[in-house]
């Protein structure tokens, strides 16, 4: 009998992984390009397309792009201000959205369950829906900074930050969170005298490392990735993102080598990080999807 | 802590909890909730982003631009003993549009307006006009982009999520690999794929051209009227597969292996399996998943941005990216704001629609 299936079996599984090798290969092979072809001079770069060299780090091989990109646009400070502005609102939002799921998780009070639906039911609303009004309400707020008062927020850091320091996926997915911990713990560091704010940093904070992750992973995709609203909000080269700078390497007669160089720069970290944490940013995404 | 009991102090706390949901909730209002409610307000003004007059109220009449059509039958021009003319080729000669919709008393409604499409009825033409000839392109190209990416990306996700779920040794190998593009940038996926897709060196046509043995004449994948939606379609779901593939997967792990193992038992193919058993337990991850995917689509801007710009005549035109050419570029706020909640109103309506047709019964 064994001898009957073992072939058969042996058989299936080959076929299985040939068919889970091309369609990887479907998505590597691009992203694989991309990096190879940003170590090639522009004529190599084109020859090869017609080839398999197109995927293969052959012939004359250099850093020359990268040192190119520099050369055209101020891609050091595009990558400080992406950074910078993502660093900032992952950290912010975190704290903030927590702390109002910690809230809605565990204390009573008036209207609470009004204000959880309405924010539960602005995630129907796609930000691109009301990009449009929302750079008149940016170009009408005030900002007290250094210099004192200053009406109108285009061409800032906080524009692209503010904006999204709150949202109601992140609320939610804490909020979500929090219910399933034990209330023996809050109950007991209440009876010991704590604040509700104590209680959130020392008690909860402490065991919600898993959701924070989720929360930030997610956020940091959304934000480095913004392009739609610093576009709009950025004239000024000086608080500039990444996504924003590309637009450096559109010009007609595109220098190929030099835009693949950019376009690994910005990717590679976040590919790189993704690779180690790949459990955690999978994990990040299903959760997303857990409540209908 | 008051007399009232350690139960009744841990949960009454209004100042405490005002206090800790004031930041998120002040700010979710002003920039979500604001904006939202200013959308449908700018929508009945002449709003601009900077203008020296005031603003004023003008009712329906940025929608009555946006979605005023027309239809117009044209009959074949005769000559004066009442016989339809031919032109050298034998067509029939029709008058033309334009007399019908410059200047002309007679059809006031017609008034400004642009031919659409038409077709022949017999000896007559019909054809359709529409006032805004490029917003009614953006917005049947939105809809084509969704009818199109909202099946085939949840299908091919379904899957892919099935090819992972095999009990193979390395299989999180693949799971990884399938679900890389997720997180690269949809504009740096863009500006990728548009060396893809070019017409003389691109990867495609040499790999096409290569696997018909040199007999595939290569195409200007995004420069070409036919096929630059489609191209923009196909990178679109090679992006965002492996996103509502991971959703599937958690859907597919909550269903028992029990049942599995009963069906086997009864001597269920892998087909019968799939029918009787997954796609049952799949119902609710499935509707989460259509929605999640229709919402991300009509949001489509980025890649037109990068690829196209909305062209070549029109072809890759659609609502968001119109919405910011008017809203943004021509600083006409009130226009973006029409067509903001034109597609709001759009996701609304589907998304309720999904959700009414797939509901527990």
Redesign the interface.
Known sequence: MAAVTEPNHVARTTWRYALLIAVAMIFVFPILFMVVSSLKPDAQLLRDTSSIAAFLPVGDISLDNYFGAFRRAPVGLFIFNSIFITLVTVLISLFLCSLAAFAFAYLEFRGKAVILSIIIATLIIPFETIAIPMLMVVNSLPFIGANGVQWGWLNTYHVQMVPFLADALTIFLFVQYFKDLPKELIEAARLDGASWFQVYRLVIVPIAGPVFATAAILKFLVMYNQYLWPLMVTQSEQVRPVMVGLQYFFQLNTAWGEVMAYLSMITIPVLAFYLVLQRAFIASIASTGIKG | ?STSG?QK??????L???L??A???V??A???????I??FG?SFTN?R?ISPNPTEFVGLRNFEQLIGVGTLVLSPETDDAGVVVRDDDGALQYPTVRSFTRANDDFPHLQGMQEWFGWNWGDDRVVVLARDLVFMKALTNTLIFVAVVAPVQSALALL?AL?IN?K?RG?NI????????????????S???R??YDGR???LN?LLEFLSFGLFQPIDWLGNPGTALWAIIAMSI?QAV??HM??W???LQTIPVSLYEAAEIEGANAWQKFRFVTWPGLR??A???IV?IT?QA??L??QV??MTNGGPVDSTQVL?FQ??QR??EQQN?AG??AI??I??VI??TI?LTQRYLTRER
């Open positions: 802590m350690p102090s841990l949960q009454r706390h209004p405490a909890g005002w800790m949901i930041p998120a909730a700010l979710i002003t920039f979500l909730i604001a904006p939202f200013l959308a700018y709003q982003l892919l090819m095999q193979l299989i693949f799971r990884t690999i399938y679900f890389m593009p997720v997180v690269v940038s949809i504009v740096v996926v500006l990728l794929w060396f893809i060196n691109g990867l040499n090679w492996g996103f991971v959703i997967l958690s859907g609710n991850t509707v989460l998943i999640v919402m009509f949001a801007f980025a941005d990068v968001v919405a910011v809203g943004y706020i973006g704001s903001s909640v597609l709001f996701v609304l998304s």
